[in-house]
C-alpha cells in the first residue's frame, strides 16, 4: 500500500498515465520569448505538483488544508512513499529482481546517486502506470528533498527507508510463494503490515509538525508521537477491506491466513456468497473502525491552534468511516467486483463537518462517534 491512499472517491478516475520527462503533462509553466527558463529546482517542484494529481485527486484536495513549509515537505513525502509503493505493486519480478529494486530506493535515499540513476532508467524503460514513473523521476525528486528543511528531509528519508524495508519483506516473500498463498499469515503481521505501508507515515507527519511547535510540552509530544500511527493504520485497514474484491481478483489477498483457515475458507471462497465470508469482512471493518476510533485521541495532543494540520487528518478518518458505513450497507460486498467508492456529495458534505469540528477536541471525537453509531444503527 502507500502513505496509506486517503479512502474516498476519485471522482476524476480514469486519468492518463504520467510522462516522466519534466516538461510533460504541463507540468512546466509555458516560457514566452524573452523570458528566463525556470532554474532547474522550481521545473522540479513544478513537476511535483502535478504528480500529485496524476497519482492521487483525493489526497491532492485533502493536502490543499496545509501550507508553507509543511505543505512542500508532505507533497514530496507522498510522492516518495508512492515511489516505494510502485514497487510493491506496480513492477512484479522475480523475487531477486524485486528485492534489489527496494535495495536501490533504499541505497538512494542515503545518497547512492548511482543507484537512483539505475532505478530511474529501469522504471522509465516500463512506459507505464503513473506511480512508476515517479520512480523514473527518482533523482529529481531526490534533488527536491535535498532542497527541504535538513530536519523534514531526514524524518521523510526515515519514513521512506521504513516502509521500502518493510515492503520488500512481504512483496519478495509473496512473489515467492504465488498468488494462492494469503500475503499475511496472521493478526501480528496484519499490525506489523499496516505499520510499515502507513502507521511510519503518522510518525513522519507528526515530527515534521513538531518542528513548527513551539513550546511544546515533553510529555505531551511522547505521547503523540506514541499515538502517531493510529491514523495511517485506520486508513491501512479501511483500504484492505475496500480493495478485498478487486486485490483477490488481482492474485493479492490480504486477508490473513490465519483467518481463512480457522473459517475453513479458500482464498477464491472470499469472493462467493458466503456467511463465512461475510464474517471475515465485517471483523476486518470493526478492526478499521476500532482503529479510527483511536484518532480523537491523536488529534488531542494536537493543539487546536494546528487548525490546518487537525484538518488534514481529521478529513480522510471521516471519509474512512462514512466508506465502511458504505461497504457494509451490502450483505454482498465481498463479491462484488468494485472497490464501493463516496459521491461527490457524500465527500462534500464529511469535509464539512470536518470544518465545523476540526477545531475543537470534544467536536471532532462526536463527529467520528456519530458516524460510527449511523454505520452500527443499519
Not at 176 to 202: F, K, M, N, S, W
Not at 319 to 332: C, G, I, K, S, V
Not at 347 to 368: C, D, N, P, W, Y
Request: aromatic residues 4%.
Amino acid at each position: 500500500m502507500q502513505f496509506a491512499r486517503t479512502p474516498g472517491p476519485d471522482p476524476w478516475s480514469g486519468t492518463p498515465g504520467l510522462d516522466p520527462r519534466p516538461h510533460a503533462n504541463g507540468a512546466e509553466p509555458m516560457v514566452r520569448v524573452g523570458e528566463p527558463a525556470m532554474p532547474a529546482l522550481a521545473t522540479e517542484r513544478a513537476w511535483c505538483r502535478e504528480a500529485l494529481l496524476r497519482v492521487s485527486r483525493t489526497f491532492a484536495l485533502n493536502i490543499r488544508c496545509l501550507s508553507g513549509r509543511m505543505l512542500e515537505s508532505v507533497r514530496l513525502a507522498y510522492l516518495l512513499c508512492r515511489a516505494a509503493d510502485a514497487l510493491e505493486d506496480s513492477w512484479p519480478g522475480p523475487p531477486a529482481e524485486m528485492e534489489a529494486r527496494f535495495d536501490a530506493l533504499v541505497a538512494s535515499l542515503d545518497g547512492d546517486g548511482a543507484a537512483a540513476v539505475r532505478l530511474s532508467e529501469g522504471a522509465a524503460s516500463m512506459n507505464g502506470r503513473s506511480d512508476v514513473a515517479l520512480l523514473a523521476r527518482l533523482p529529481a525528486l531526490l534533488h527536491v528533498l535535498a532542497s527541504l528543511d535538513e530536519r523534514d528531509a531526514a524524518d521523510i528519508r526515515r519514513c521512506v527507508r521504513t516502509m521500502a524495508l518493510g515492503m520488500k519483506r512481504f512483496a519478495t516473500r509473496a512473489a515467492t510463494r504465488g498468488p494462492a498463498v494469503p500475503y499475511i499469515d496472521d493478526d501480528d503481521e496484519l499490525h506489523e503490515y499496516c505499520y510499515v505501508v502507513a502507521g511510519c507515515v503518522g510518525e513522519m507527519l507528526t515530527r515534521l509538525l513538531e518542528h513548527g511547535l513551539p513550546q511544546d510540552r515533553s510529555d505531551l509530544a511522547e505521547r503523540r508521537l506514541a499515538l502517531s500511527p493510529v491514523v495511517g493504520e485506520a486508513l491501512q485497514l479501511t483500504n484492505i477491506l475496500l480493495d478485498w474484491p478487486v486485490d483477490i481478483r488481482a492474485g493479492r489477498c490480504h486477508v490473513p491466513a490465519s483467518w481463512l483457515a480457522r473459517h475453513g475458507l479458500t482464498i477464491r471462497q472470499l469472493l462467493g456468497h458466503s456467511d463465512r465470508a461475510r464474517e471475515l469482512s465485517l471483523r476486518l471493518a470493526g478492526l478499521a473502525h476500532d482503529a479510527l476510533d483511536r484518532v480523537p485521541d491523536y488529534l488531542d495532543t494536537i493543539p487546536t491552534r494546528e487548525h490546518r494540520y487537525r484538518l488534514f487528518c481529521l478529513l480522510p478518518a471521516l471519509w474512512a468511516r462514512a466508506l465502511l458505513r458504505l461497504a457494509m450497507r451490502e450483505p454482498e460486498f465481498h463479491s462484488i467486483p468494485r472497490r464501493p467508492r463516496l459521491s461527490r456529495a457524500s465527500v462534500m458534505s464529511e469535509a464539512l463537518v470536518g470544518l465545523v469540528a476540526h477545531g475543537s477536541h470534544g467536536a471532532t471525537r462526536q463527529a467520528l462517534s456519530a458516524l460510527r453509531a449511523s454505520s452500527r444503527s443499519r
